[in-house]
């Protein structure tokens, strides 16, 4: 199983940006999926996190201005990031929680490799 992370890059204060992420490999089926960020010096925290039935939570700091969407049928996920800020500047990762039937049954947690967004005038 793999996730792997697009659309990240340079934006001006105010501007959009949309991350993508995508699983691939055998996947029987996908559980809830979010977006984490790590600024440099900074611990990981969550942004944005859908469950497979649609349902979102947000970090009070991104609320209002982040976006997270899912197509199940595609085992995507989205990040629509609104009103950037510099404080959004970060390395930005998708996870999934994934359940897999080969080798064996197994459910885990698995990481795409980090998109840059750069949050600057």
């Known amino acids: 199983v793999q996730l792997q992370a697009f659309g990240g890059g340079l934006v001006q204060p105010g501007g959009p940006l949309r991350l993508s992420c995508a699983a691939s490999?055998?996947?029987?089926?996908?559980?809830?999926m979010g977006w984490y960020r790590q600024a440099p010096g900074k611990q990981r925290e969550l942004v944005a996190h859908i469950t497979d039935g649609g349902s979102t939570n947000y970090a009070s700091s991104v609320k209002g201005r982040f976006t997270i969407s899912r197509d199940n049928a595609k085992n995507t996920v989205d990040l629509q990031m609104n009103s950037l800020k510099p404080e959004d500047t970060a390395v930005y990762y998708c996870n999934a929680c994934i359940v897999v039937l080969t080798p064996a049954p197994l459910i885990d947690h698995y990481w795409g490799q980090g998109t840059q967004v750069t949050v600057s005038s």
């Open positions: 490999g055998s996947i029987f089926r996908i559980n809830a």
